[in-house]
């Protein structure tokens, strides 16, 4: 009983510290796409999210969400359609070293298998972030894909 108890709250604990460090990012807006007669219309929203490693950046994401009765449960699978705008908003200060295709932002698009997920280059040639947005799936993913890129300039 105790060790079920113990096994339990390091579950609980492991869930919400994953929690905790994931970005979360604010709901600007959406528009219905299609008509549900039985929960949610079907959406497009948009997104808006700061690169967690990187101060003066901010990236706003659009895309697909399933409507329905299955949309409004959680359990619908979303389109792969996703499209991102990064754009330098304040001077950039990176808190960290970068490390090439590191995960900046994860949204669930599924039940269980499928995210969105934005990923961030540094071209140092070009003193250029490249942030790009895809889903992966656990079977197969999507090669629809979008970038944004932010030129690294001094801030007034």
């Known amino acids: ?4 108890l ?18 979360h990012a604010e709901i600007i ?14 959406k ?12 003066g950046v901010a990236c706003h994401l659009a895309r697909a ?13 979303d389109p792969s359609n996703a499209s991102i705008a990064c754009r330098q908003i304040g001077p950039i200060q990176m808190t960290e070293e970068l490390k090439d295709g590191e995960k900046v932002f994860t949204k669930r698009a599924s ?10 280059f540094f071209d140092k040639k070009r003193n250029v972030l490249i942030y790009l ?7 197969d993913g999507s090669p629809k894909n979008s970038i944004s890129t932010v030129p690294i300039m001094k801030w007034r």
């Open 65 to 77: 969400k399933k409507g329905g009765f299955k949309g409004a449960v959680g359990l619908a699978e």
């Open 133 to 139: 947005v895809y889903s992966d799936k656990l079977i």
């Open 44 to 55: 497009i929203i948009i997104e808006a999210f700061d690169d967690p490693k990187i101060s």
């Open 111 to 120: 039940a269980l298998f499928k995210k969105i997920n934005v990923v961030r």
């Open 1 to 4: 009983m105790i060790f079920n």
């Open 6 to 23: 113990w096994n339990k709250q390091v579950i609980v604990t492991s869930f919400l510290l994953l929690l905790t460090q994931q970005v």
């Open 29 to 42: 807006g959406s528009v219905d796409t299609v008509f549900k007669l039985l929960g949610p219309d079907n």
